[in-house]
Each structure stands twice: as C-alpha cells, then as structure tokens.
C-alpha cells in the first residue's frame, strides 16, 4: 500500500492545484469580451499548460523508472496502472484547454462553438477533488497503516535498544573480567621473577661451597691423611690399655 506522504502524491496534488487554477483562468478568458485582457489571458493560460506539461512528463519519467522495479518503491501493477491513468487526464485536460485557446483564434461563431464543446468535454474528464474524495478512506486507511508501522518500528527499535544495553553490559563484564585476569597474569609473573632470583642465589651459594670444599680437600694431602690415622690409632690402643690393664 503507497504511503500518503508518496512523492507521486506530492506533485500530483501540486499540479492538480495547477490545473485548477489554469481552468479557472480559463473560465475568466471565456467570459471577458475585453480583447487586450483576453490577450493577457491567453498568454496565461498557455504558459500554465506549457508548465504543467513539463510537470506531468517529469511525473510520467518517474512513473517509468518505478515500472522497472515496483516492489522496490513498495508498490504494485495496479498503483502504477492508476497513476498512468491521473497522468493520461491531466495532459487530457491540459491539451483540452490548449485547442480551446487556439479555437479561439478563429471567427466569433466558430470560436463559441468550440469553446462550448471543449467546455463539455472539460466537464467529462474526471476531476481530482472527486477522485480525492472517493480516495478519502484509502487515504486514511494509507494513514493507519503508516501509524501502525510507525508504533511497529519503534517498539523493534526499543527492542533493539533494550538487547545493545545488554550486550553492552556483557562486554562490560568481560572487559572487568580480562583486567582481573591481567592482574592475576602479573602477580604470577613478579612470582616467577621472584622464584628465579632466589634460584639464582641459591646456585651462586652452592657454586660457592663447592668450591669451598675442594680448596679443604687439596690442602689435605695424602700425608697428613696417613698422620691423622695413625694419631688415631695411637689413641684407640691407649684407650685399650687403660680399660684392660687398669
């Protein structure tokens, strides 16, 4: 269903304006005798059908490029067909007056004749206020339709606003959640570094001690090894003495 804010709609109520008013020029030119305010008139009224011609065929170009894909303007066959049909009377009803104004140009007889058959066929073209008023309930039936999509898209939007704050807050959540893991992530490190450290001195310690050691074991030689046994054994047979012979 076209929406009521349609540009179609738009122009064609501005040139519907139009044709009313160039009509109604064009009663004004039928009934003056006067033949300088007639030639004004004429003028007028012309250069209103020559305007109102370029608007309809502005119109028709737009008509064209809709017919290649309806359904992306969001309307049908019958809606293009229906504004074919506005477009066809309104260059009908401009043309009508223009071969007015020219039977005008003729002998008074003649002129009066043609004027008085063009103004009955001015009277069976359809007229846009009558098509307006018989499209009065469509036009508000246009209306409810584009309020209830109206309330439609702004609960979705609502929705949507509703699920982003949701989102948001979870992002938050994680957010907190990677912080915590990159403090614990640090703590760990400034263990490890701590342990290594402590390693490293533990290393320097027994390197040291080791070395210790070894300097003991080569002041030992092998001599004061066998003088250090036999004190040994000296004092071991004294011991045996005094708790035998004793």
């Not at 608007?55 to 064209?64: F, G, H, R, S, T």
Request: net charge negative; with cysteine.
């Amino acid at each position: 269903m076209p929406s009521a804010q349609d540009p179609f709609y738009v122009v064609k109520a501005e040139i519907q304006d139009s044709i009313d008013t160039l009509q109604s020029t064009f009663h004004q030119w039928e009934s003056i005798s006067d033949a300088a305010e007639q030639g004004l008139l004429t003028k007028e009224v012309l250069a209103g059908c020559e305007s109102i011609d370029w608007q309809v065929d502005e119109l028709d170009k737009a008509i064209a490029v809709a017919s290649r894909d309806p359904s992306w303007y969001g309307i049908d066959e019958v809606e293009l067909e229906s504004r074919r049909r506005w477009t066809s009377s309104a260059r009908t009803q401009v043309d009508t007056i223009k071969k007015a104004m020219e039977a005008g140009k003729g002998s008074s007889t003649t002129s009066h004749a043609s004027v008085s058959g063009m103004r009955q066929e001015l009277m069976r073209l359809p007229n846009s206020h009558q098509t307006d008023t018989s499209n009065h309930y469509a036009t508000r039936d246009n209306e409810d339709f584009i309020q209830s999509e109206s309330d439609r898209q702004m609960l979705l939007m609502k929705s949507q606003d509703e699920e982003l704050d949701e989102l948001s807050e979870s992002v938050r959540r994680i957010g907190g959640v990677g912080l915590t893991i990159h403090d614990e992530l640090l703590g760990q490190e400034k263990i490890i570094g701590d342990l290594g450290a402590e390693m490293d001195s533990t290393t320097n310690r027994l390197d040291f001690l080791q070395k210790k050691v070894a300097m003991v074991m080569k002041k030992t030689s092998a001599k004061g090894q066998i003088m250090m046994i036999l004190g040994l054994l000296a004092l071991f047979i004294f011991l045996f003495i005094l708790v035998f012979f004793t």
